[in-house]
């Protein structure tokens, strides 16, 4: 294990933003993981740890030491008749893991399929998509304390996870190197298409048979996690740009949840704001509220382009990076679309891209 200077985080971040670290390190073990923590360079510095960067906006260079999770393994720890218990180490690939398990024909992180970034990551922001969240399947996570370099482990309990939230975002921000996690998935069909896009998907590539009593979840034929997962992914591709191609860090914006008596006072309003209910609370879709909102009368968020950066034509949640740009440039614009959406709706939109 080497730690260089002056490290050039352009290709580790997939916004594609310029920026350098002061100190940089891969760790590949967890034996690497223990020496590093005895290191003046991480010790006297801060610290930032790094997966897959698609959940960060560099908007400066970064003057402490960036922690590059290697941490590669997938393993199945213990199984029954219903039931696999699968752990995965930090810094393998969330979609290769999510390929793994479909392939295998196990239920649980199907509808998960393409996010990116790295599994370590993926207990930070509780991920979620179409329907289900990480804490839905999740067993537990494994961690070191950065400051005493213990091992520990965090049950789901434990982990206090909220809506793209955990105490590893909040309170214990910091604190912890996630190094692995463990599922619990399912050996028996337990498929959950009840999100309108994915089940209309699969009704019109005759993959389920369309349901006349217009349920939430449609009754499955010979449907499969391979199904669910492929349809997924297809379905991000269509809707959201290839940071490959263009810079981006996924949806920007958090989805916005309110009380019912708060929504009912917009809907006096906005009549034609669309909702959906989750327990006692409504979540309002963030890309719509952007959508009705611009720089100025007349003109959408939704495609607008300032300078080297813009939104998305597809998808207002999406922040893009044409190339040449900055991360403050980023900021900037993200800052006047929060601010014009609570001027038109007095909803206080939060990012869910980590700000350097």
């Known amino acids: 294990m080497k730690i260089l200077e002056n490290y050039d985080l352009t290709p580790l971040n997939t916004f594609g933003m310029r920026a350098r670290a002061r100190f940089f390190v891969e760790v590949n073990n967890e034996s690497d993981l223990k020496e590093l923590f005895l290191f003046p360079e991480f010790k006297n510095n801060s610290k930032m740890f790094l997966g897959g960067g698609s959940n960060v906006l560099f908007t400066n260079d970064f003057d402490g030491i960036i922690v590059l999770n290697k941490l590669k393994g997938v393993d199945i720890l213990r199984e029954d008749n219903k039931n696999v218990f699968i752990r995965s180490m930090g810094g393998e690939i969330w979609h290769n893991l999510v390929s793994f398990t479909v392939e295998k024909g196990y239920w649980g992180i199907e509808n998960l399929a393409l996010i990116p970034g790295t599994v370590g990551a993926a207990p930070m922001q509780n991920i979620g998509a179409y329907g289900v969240e990480l804490k839905d399947i999740l067993e537990n996570v494994e961690v070191f304390e950065i400051e005493t370099g213990a091992k520990k482990v965090f049950k789901k309990t434990e982990c206090e996870f909220g809506y793209r939230d955990s105490v590893f ?4 921000k910091g604190k912890y190197f996630i190094s692995a996690i463990t599922l619990q998935l399912s050996k028996i069909p337990k498929p959950n298409i009840s999100y309108k896009f994915l089940r209309e998907y699969l009704e019109s590539n005759k993959i389920i048979v369309k349901n006349s009593k217009a349920s939430p979840v449609a009754s499955p034929i010979r449907l499969q996690p391979r199904d669910v997962a492929d349809a997924v992914a297809e379905i991000r591709r269509s809707k959201l740009p290839d940071p490959k191609v263009i810079g981006n860090a996924g949806s920007f914006f958090k989805n916005v949840f309110l009380s019912e008596v708060k929504i009912k006072i917009l809907l006096e309003k906005f009549p034609d704001m669309p909702i959906f209910k989750e327990n006692e609370v409504v979540k309002i879709p963030s890309a719509w509220l952007i959508e009705h909102c611009g720089p100025k009368d007349g003109i959408s968020w939704k495609g607008y382009k300032e300078g080297s950066v ?12 044409y190339g040449g740009g900055t991360g403050l440039e980023v900021k900037n614009l993200a800052e006047k679309i929060i601010s014009s959406v609570y ?3 007095g909803i206080k939109m939060e990012t869910e891209v980590n700000i350097i």
């Open 169 to 172: 975002k909040s309170k214990f």
């Open 343 to 345: 001027d038109k709706f």
């Open 310 to 321: 813009g939104v998305h034509i597809k998808q207002a949640l999406v922040l893009v990076h």
